[in-house]
């Protein structure tokens, strides 16, 4: 089955730096990679999606890269802000609608 | 983007009885909905899939008895914990998914403690 990392686990950045997360995936059939923000109790939110037929996509200080080849994606985040602090999620579609999710990036912002 | 709900938010229950979380869709019709439980500072791990008017999909080491799921409805799904124990007290997510389409949409999650 599908099987995805994410590295860093925990990332610290100031303010007005640039966060990165990368992901890896291990079935060449997925096609779908979403980003997800979850704050503390809450439900997880999509951030920005990347289709297996676009290498890059952006929106406004976020954007999504996917090497197929390598079969990793990477989300990056500028100018942050303390409202970027979270946990990260990554994850890859596999059998046309199923998710698989990354462990996590803890990320946070210091003022 | 499209809204899910849950309720109830969290809820606390006694060892040994049911407990009933509703997901629903508010402003689309979810053909697939899907479960998660996600425990403390650990990713989302799939529970199990429903289709409208079809029996839920479970994912292996899911017990079906013991996590009922009925998707009655393209904006109703419902996760019912029976004979709940502390080991279940967990985060339970719902998400929907739109025929045909690759995006899920999820709920604000529901806190479960048994105690």
């Known amino acids: 089955g599908e099987n995805v990392e994410q590295h860093p686990s925990t990332l610290s950045v100031q303010e007005g730096d640039s966060a990165v997360i990368k992901c890896t995936y291990s079935?060449?059939?997925?096609?779908?990679f979403p980003w997800y923000k979850q704050e503390l109790g809450k439900g997880p939110q999509l951030i920005i999606d990347?289709?297996?037929?676009?290498g890059e996509k952006k929106d406004q200080r976020i954007a999504v890269t996917l090497n197929k080849t390598a079969k990793h994606f990477s989300l990056y985040i500028t100018e942050t802000q303390p409202e970027d602090s979270a946990v990260y999620f990554c994850?890859?579609?596999?059998?046309?609608?199923?998710?698989?999710f990354g462990p996590g990036t803890r990320l946070s912002v210091l003022p | 983007g499209a809204v899910v709900s849950q309720h109830p938010s969290r809820v606390i229950c006694k060892s040994g009885t049911s407990v009933k979380i509703e997901c629903r869709s508010l402003?689309?019709?979810?053909?697939?909905m899907f479960w998660y439980r996600q425990f403390p500072k650990q990713s989302l791990m799939l529970m199990a899939t429903?289709?409208?008017?079809?029996?839920?999909?479970?994912e292996q080491g899911v017990e079906k008895d013991k996590f009922l799921i009925n998707h009655a409805s393209l904006t109703l799904s419902t996760l019912t914990v029976t004979s709940a124990h502390p080991e279940d007290s967990s985060f339970y997510i719902c998400?929907?998914?739109?025929?045909?389409?690759?995006?899920?949409?999820f709920g604000p999650g529901t806190r479960l403690t048994v105690t």
């Open positions: 990347i289709r297996s037929n676009v």
């Open positions: 994850a890859a579609l596999y059998y046309g609608q199923n998710f698989v």
């Open positions: 998400s929907g998914g739109l025929a045909g389409g690759s995006e899920q949409y």
């Open positions: 429903s289709n409208e008017g079809s029996k839920a999909t479970y």
């Open positions: 402003d689309f019709q979810a053909t697939t």
């Open positions: 079935d060449s059939a997925s096609n779908y």
